[in-house]
Structure formats: C-alpha cells, structure tokens
Nanobody
Framework: QVQLLQSGGGSVQSGGSLRLSCAAS????????MGWFRQFPGKEREGVAA???????SYADSVRGRFTISQDNAKNMLYLQMNSLKPEDPAMYFC???????????????WGQGTQVTVSS
C-alpha cells in the first residue's frame, strides 16, 4: 500500500506559478506509476500529468508545455510545477498512484487528500 500526502497549492494570479508536492510512504515508491489529476465542481476527475518508473511523462493537451511532473525517488516525492496558470485551471488537484500504468485515466488505486488551486484574473 501507498499513502499519499499532498502539500502546496493555493491562490495565484493568472500567469503565475504554483508547485504541488505529494509525499509517498509505505510501499516502494519507485515501482508505482504516479500522476496528478484535477476535478472541477460537478465533473469527474481528469488526468493532468503522469509519470512512469522510467521517467517517461504524459500530459493532458490542456496543460502540455505549462505543467511539469517530476519525482524524486530518493525522497519519495512527486511534484507538479504549474506555470502560466490560466483562469480555466482552478480545481481540486489530487496526486495518485497505482502499480498499473493507467497514466491519465482516473482508475488509480491510491489518492492524496486533494488541494485547491485558485487562479485570479
């Protein structure tokens, strides 16, 4: 099992940057596929970015070129650097993990508690 604890997020002006962090504990972190998802009010969770154990990353079209997913296996940490934030980016953001490579599909087994991101124009 993996436990995920998120930090970061908050409020920023349009065009600004935020970094989300996700600390993993429990099972071997490096063997999991990790990802970031977001959920808009009344909508299902959607994949934002995902990373495999080899470092390969995948991004949703809406964030490619603006967001960067990374992981530090030595620290069991997952990050999402969000640059050039837009008014359409505000949502609840979740980190997630699974042994299966679901990538951007929300079929993950383990989830963080969520953190709100707000963008003001």
């Amino acid at each position: 099992q993996v436990q995920l604890l998120q930090s970061g997020g908050g409020s920023v002006q349009s065009g600004g940057s935020l970094r989300l962090s996700c600390a993993a504990s429990g099972d071997s972190f490096s063997t999991y596929y990790m990802g970031w998802f977001r959920q808009f009010p009344g909508k299902e969770r959607e994949g934002v970015a995902a990373i495999g154990s080899g470092g390969r990353a995948s991004y949703a079209d809406s964030v490619r070129g603006r967001f960067t997913i990374s992981q530090d296996n030595a620290k069991n940490m997952l990050y999402l650097q969000m640059n050039s934030l837009k008014p359409e980016d505000p949502a609840m953001y979740f980190c997630a993990a699974d042994r299966v490579g679901w990538w951007l599909l929300p079929h993950q087994t383990y989830w963080g508690q969520g953190t709100q991101v707000t963008v003001s124009s």
